[in-house]
């Protein structure tokens, strides 16, 4: 899976915000805020196509904790993509 | 409105100097602050400071200044992608550019996305004017070739781009002060006074709001200890612009640094810049406020200020018995079609008497 559109993010205010751009601003014209744990997973699926275990191996070293302890929080932010039609499955 | 001008200064100022605003004065209008504020290109950057008062706007008005603030976050976001990606593009091609306008005013603000751009502005070679526009077309940009000496690019949903081949059009006074745009051995004295010169020229021909004069207070300030004084000097007195210049930066540092409420006929006329739909209702709150008859108020945008007058004129400053030829001239460059129309407007709203309340 990976964004269906391209994003930056960017630190605003102190706070990571996602912008869509180029072209693709045109069928995403809005911004995320987004907190630490959602910048991290943004991040990751811009860098390509990943499968959702592998996501959550990569945030799981990121933020030093277990799977299972990340798994509700980034199953729950992906989801949320998803019902924003923002994911590429 | 006048209350309202003086605390919208006050939020932008407190925003760039990162500190806390006072509270709303009583008697102060906050809908007109922030409709001042959309005029003038600086509602989103005054947000920041409307976002820390104890009591900010609630409602209707604080969800529209936020959605100001939000819109300006998101082109700015996309601005600096599409000014990236043309970058690359004219590197991988080996097109040499400049950027001397809001690409590189930006950085002067604490945070980009507070100095909104109506475009990109990009200097090339003017032998590669056209193979830079075909990179544009390239990038999705829908271009537009304008008399050989500029390309103007759109794509949607909003970023406009703008190809020049020098610093000034040739039919200006400052199309050779500066040089070369490639040649410049003086790199930071022309940045430095290449806006200036812009804002200058908005200045005389209409256009120069608080954002102007908040890019040359930051200007200064980033690069006022850098450059070559006696150079800068030299060049703003070559097109008569020392006097204004220093006068602008005097306000600049009054508004945004000292925070000194300024109300002389060059802050009044800077208020007053911009759009016609703006300069009505002001016309109509300075008529109101002062009492000043319409045919006073007409005369006096016929005459010109001083400065202005001075400016287009050099030759007032020593012969001023030749002011009623200049305002002759004056006069017969606003029967040119668009500005006729300004001055008609003008009229039609001192007689009118519905366009006041």
């Not at chain 1, 990976?2 to 605003?12: D, P, S, T």
């Not at chain 2, 008062?53 to 209707?60: D, I, N, V």
Request: proline content about 3%.
């Amino acid at each position: 899976m990976k964004l269906k559109y391209k994003f930056i993010v960017r630190n605003v205010g102190g706070k990571p915000v996602a912008v869509a751009v180029g072209q693709d601003n045109q069928k995403f014209n809005g911004m995320i805020k987004l907190n630490a744990s959602g910048e991290t997973i943004f991040q990751l699926l811009s860098a390509g196509d990943i499968s959702q275990e592998e996501l959550l191996a990569r945030f799981a070293v990121q933020f030093d904790i277990s799977e299972e302890t990340a798994r509700p929080a980034v199953l729950a932010f992906l989801s949320q993509l998803q019902d924003n039609g923002l994911l590429d499955e | 409105m006048e209350r309202e001008w003086e605390y919208l200064l006050h939020l932008i100022r407190c925003a760039i100097q990162d500190i806390l605003p006072d509270e709303v004065p009583e008697g102060v209008d906050l809908r007109r602050v922030y409709e001042c504020g959309v005029y003038h290109h600086v509602a989103n950057l005054a947000f920041h400071s409307v976002e820390r008062l104890k009591a900010p706007p609630s409602g209707e008005l604080y969800d529209i200044w936020k959605a100001c603030r939000d819109k300006a976050l998101v082109l700015d976001f996309n601005q600096s992608f599409a000014a990236e990606e043309i970058r690359d593009a004219f590197s991988s091609a080996n097109i040499r550019w400049l950027e001397m306008q809001g690409t590189r005013i930006k950085p002067l603000y604490p945070q980009s996305d507070w100095r909104t751009m109506s475009d990109i502005d990009f200097i090339v070679d003017p032998s590669n004017l056209e193979r830079a526009g075909d990179i544009l077309g390239s990038l999705g940009y829908v271009c537009k070739n304008v008399r050989d000496i500029e390309i103007v690019g759109f794509r949607m949903p909003n970023i406009n781009v703008e190809l020049h081949v020098g610093f000034f059009p040739d039919n200006t006074i400052y199309s050779s002060v500066l040089g070369d745009a490639f040649s410049t051995e003086r790199p930071i004295d022309t940045l430095y006074l290449y806006n200036i010169l812009h804002i200058i020229k908005h200045y005389l021909y209409g256009g120069c709001g608080i954002r102007r004069v908040l890019d040359l207070y930051l200007l200064n300030q980033a690069y006022g200890e850098c450059v070559d004084r006696d150079y800068v000097q030299a060049v703003l007195k070559r097109v008569n612009a020392a006097e204004l210049t220093s006068e602008l930066l005097v306000l600049a540092n009054d508004w945004f640094g000292s925070g000194i409420s300024v109300k002389n006929e060059m802050a009044q006329y800077i208020w007053c810049s911009g759009l016609h739909g703006n300069r009505l209702n002001e016309l109509q709150n300075r008529l109101q406020d002062s009492k000043r008859n319409g045919i006073k108020y007409l005369f006096e945008r016929f005459c010109g200020n001083k400065q202005v007058m001075y400016v287009r004129y050099p030759i007032l400053e020593k012969h001023k018995i030749l002011y009623p030829f200049c305002w002759l001239h004056r006069g017969v460059r606003a029967l040119k079609p668009g500005k006729r129309k300004r001055l008609q407007r003008e009229i039609k709203a001192v007689r009118n008497k519905k366009m006041f309340k």
